[in-house]
C-alpha cells in the first residue's frame, strides 16, 4: 500500500487560511470516510486534530476543518497563528483493513 | 484521562527480534470500541503505521504488508497492555517507534522510544 501523497511544504502569514491536500485513491480516501489528520510539534507528542474526515476533538480550535473530494482530502486552516507550525500528516483507512499514512508536510507561518 | 507508556530496548542488533510494551491506564486493552496501534517514524520512511489489535467479541490484528512476514502485536489483558515484536530487524528498522489509541486518527499516543538498530 502506497502513501498518501502530500506536499513537502506549504507557508502562509499569520491570519491568512492554507490547506494541505492528501492524495489517495478509491481504495483508501475516495472509498471510506476514515481520513484523519494530525499535527506533530518536535519533541511534542502528536496530536489529533481531525478524524473522519471533518470532525474535531473536543479541545481542538475551529480554525481547523476538513473535507474530502473524491480521492482527495484536504486540511484548512484559517486564521494561522505562529503555534500553527508544525508538521501534518495524513492517514485513512484503506481497502486491506489497514492504515496508511501520508508523507507529512511541514507548515511554515511567514 | 488515557495514558499510553511505553517500555523495551533502545538498542537492537541486527537480525535479533525488536519488542516494545505499551501499558494502558484509563481504559481497558479489551474495549469494544479502540484499537491499539503500532506507529514508527524515521526520516528516511516518515510516519509508518505498523498494526494493531482490538477486540470486537474477538481478537482481531491488522498489520502492514512492508512487515507482515515479521510483526506480531500481542494484547494482555492480565496487565492491560500490548505489544510489539518485530523480527529479524536491520538497520532499517531504526526508527521512533509509538504506541497509539485510535481507528484511523490515533487521538492518545505513548512517549515514543528511540530504537536504534546497530552491532
Redesign the interface.
Known sequence: QSALTQPASVSGSPGQSITISCTGSSSDVGGYNYVSWSQHHPGKAPKLIIYEVSNRPSGVSNRFSGSKSGNTASLTISGLQAEDEADYYCSSYTSSSIVVFGGGTKLTVL | QVQLQQSGPGLVKPSQTLSLTCAISGDSVSSNSAAW?W?RQSPSR????L??TYYRSKWYN????SVKSRITINPDTSKNQFSLQLNSVTPEDTAVY?CAR??????I?G??TLVIVSS
Do not use: H, S, T
Open positions: 496501534n506507529i516518515g510516519l509508518e503505521w498494526g494493531r491488522d498489520y502492514a504488508v509509538y485510535g481507528w484511523v486518527g490515533a487521538e499516543w512517549q515514543g
